[in-house]
Nanobody, 116 residues
Framework: QVQLVESGGGLVQAGGSLRLSCAAS????????MHWFRQYPGKEREFVAHISRSGEYTNYANSVKGRFTISRDNAKNTVYLQMNSLQPEDTAVYFCHVLYFHVGYWGQGTQVTVSS
């Protein structure tokens, strides 16, 4: 069974940094692209970043481009999201996601709160 477990969220001041981690199990991790999404209260989840299976290709939402970096360690079955220059509008619950045999799997999410 595929499981995704996020960690690394917390409270940070504007301009600060956080690194989120997502540990995956139940799949051959290196065979799948991975995503980060975020969700504001009362809103749908929105795309943040994607990384290809090998880590060679990445893409980002315009709102985080140049501030966030997605990476992965296939030996550790883990995907990361380095978030720099955080702003109050980055406050959300962050989720990692994988599409596995046409079924989307989500972690439980990790709260990121940025104070002004």
């Amino acid at each position: 069974q595929v499981q995704l477990v996020e960690s690394g969220g917390g409270l940070v001041q504007a301009g600060g940094s956080l690194r989120l981690s997502c540990a995956a199990s139940g799949l051959t991790f290196s065979n799948y692209g991975m995503h980060w999404f975020r969700q504001y209260p009362g809103k749908e989840r929105e795309f943040v970043a994607h990384i290809s299976r090998s880590g060679e290709y990445t893409n980002y939402a315009n709102s985080v481009k140049g501030r966030f970096t997605i990476s992965r360690d296939n030996a550790k079955n883990t995907v990361y999201l380095q978030m720099n220059s955080l702003q109050p509008e980055d406050t959300a619950v962050y989720f990692c996601h994988v599409l596995y045999f046409h079924v989307g799997y989500w972690g439980q999410g990790t709260q990121v709160t940025v104070s002004s």
